[in-house]
């Protein structure tokens, strides 16, 4: 019997006959469809081990975007609590402040208020407002791009922008041009939010 798996020995002058070459031929192809079909086989396993690894490596990629959202949800949490503690100890402790935030609640309005500072005094409050609207619209910003979940954004930095909007509007920083004259550029993608802000106020 004739193994295909050993080499081929004939000997010098010998002579195949047709049955002999079909015979050849047969064995050989059938070999040749054998190792195709373990390559096959490899082919297809190779696919199923990256198909997990890919699964794998989505998994623990969402993971870590989970873990990234929780750490931004925290960190806004506390620069908001911070900065409503540092508004009111400002009032309490500072002696500058205080009497501005006087004149302004002593005023029939926003804008009566904001006229009866002096120069000194609406350089501090404008420094104040823009601290407060620079912090928010970083808020926007990380809700923009899925970092802040709709229910803190919507209970704490959407609840900030709507106390905050008459005095921003006041002191001109909605429109880019400050009571100073000065010019500031506002993100188009910050005025737009603020503009569905109050909107649905």
């Not at 050993?6 to 050849?24: D, H, K, S, W």
């Not at 609840?159 to 909605?174: E, H, N």
């Not at 004259?181 to 109050?198: C, D, F, S, W």
Request: proline share 3%; aromatic share 8%.
């Amino acid at each position: 019997m004739y193994d295909v798996t050993q080499p081929m020995r004939v000997p010098a002058g010998y002579t195949f006959n047709a049955a002999e070459i079909e015979l050849c031929v047969r064995c050989h192809g059938m070999n040749w469809e054998a190792f195709g079909a373990i390559g096959e086989v490899i082919g297809a396993v190779a696919v199923v081990v990256t198909l997990i690894f890919l699964i794998l490596q989505l998994r623990l990629n969402t993971t870590a975007l989970e873990e990234n959202k929780n750490t931004l949800r925290v960190q806004a949490s506390y620069e908001r609590t911070r900065g409503q503690l540092d508004f009111h100890n400002l009032i309490i402790d500072s002696l500058y402040f205080a009497p501005i935030m006087t004149k302004i609640n002593a005023a029939d309005h926003l804008e009566q208020g904001i006229a009866d500072l002096d120069p000194e005094e609406l350089t501090r409050l404008m420094s104040i407002a823009m601290s407060s609207f620079i912090r928010l619209e970083h808020h926007m910003y990380l809700h923009r791009e899925g970092y802040l979940d709709d229910d803190y954004y919507r209970f704490n930095s959407v609840t900030s922008v709507k106390q905050r909007y008459p005095l921003w509007k006041a002191l001109g920083i909605i429109d880019g041009k400050l009571r100073s004259g000065r010019m500031i550029e506002i993100n188009p993608a910050t005025l737009k939010e603020i503009g569905r802000i109050v909107g649905d106020a």
